[in-house]
């Protein structure tokens, strides 16, 4: 049972245009929800993260959107870079501001092409 | 600046056969996780810690014992390797409340670990 469902396996997109990537989650219990970056042959890097408080946080390029009531959340990056390319991962916790007890969805991987 | 260090970076295992990732973290986190990554699964809970002497199950604790003697230490232990546990295997830790100035409190992870069971 995939409580983090990231549907779409992967995507491209143009340099400069945004990525849009999404993110579903079923338990309503989740406070906390984080995206992650991972490079091939490194671990995953924190990129930006939003409390079920909000509806939107922005850091840079990196804007995360959630909407509670669809269970929905995605992330922004505009504009997207080469530099940008790699597995991104949706996660969820249900503690509020900590990443204790992560659950992660399955990934997407961006290619940012020229 | 050392983080979240993992040892050893690559395994072959036989079936059958012990062994111990080590994960060690020089931040003073005092909660600490094994996740296992595979092919379309994403990365799921193996076993976690919030603080020395105390640990738990997580999505998939089968075949994987852990211990937490320190805060900054916390080994996973393959009893007997089976195939199915031929992975990549991180392990993160963070704070257990989020501190300032960034207040994520998200997690950092290590370099992971390739294991191959034959």
């Known amino acids: ?114 | 600046n050392a983080g979240v260090t993992q040892t050893p970076k690559f395994q072959v295992l036989k079936t059958g056969q012990s062994m111990t990732l080590q994960c060690a973290q020089d931040m003073n986190h005092e909660y600490m996780s094994w996740y296992r990554q595979d092919p379309g699964m994403g990365l799921r809970l193996i076993h976690y810690s919030v603080g020395a002497g105390i640990t738990d199950q997580g999505e998939v604790p089968n075949g994987y014992n852990v211990s937490r003697s320190t805060t900054e230490d916390f080994p996973l232990r393959l009893l007997s390797a089976a195939p199915s546990q031929t992975s990549v295997y991180f392990c993160a830790s963070s704070y257990l409340v989020a501190r300032a100035p960034r207040g994520t409190g998200e997690l950092f992870f290590g370099e992971g670990s390739r294991l191959t069971v034959l």
């Open chain 1, 1 to 114: 049972d995939q409580q983090v469902k990231q549907n779409s396996p992967s995507l491209s997109v143009q340099e400069g245009r945004i990525s849009i990537l999404n993110c579903d989650y079923t338990n309503s219990m989740f406070d906390y929800f984080l995206w992650y970056k991972k490079y091939p042959a490194e671990g995953p890097t924190f990129l930006i993260s939003i409390s079920s408080i909000k509806d939107k946080n922005e850091d840079g390029r990196f804007t995360v959107f959630l909407n509670k009531s669809a269970k929905h959340l995605s992330l922004h990056i505009v504009p997207s870079q080469p530099g940008d390319s790699a597995v991104y991962f949706c996660a969820a916790s249900p503690y509020t501001g900590t990443a204790s007890k992560l659950t992660f969805g399955t990934g997407t991987r961006l290619q940012v092409t020229l």
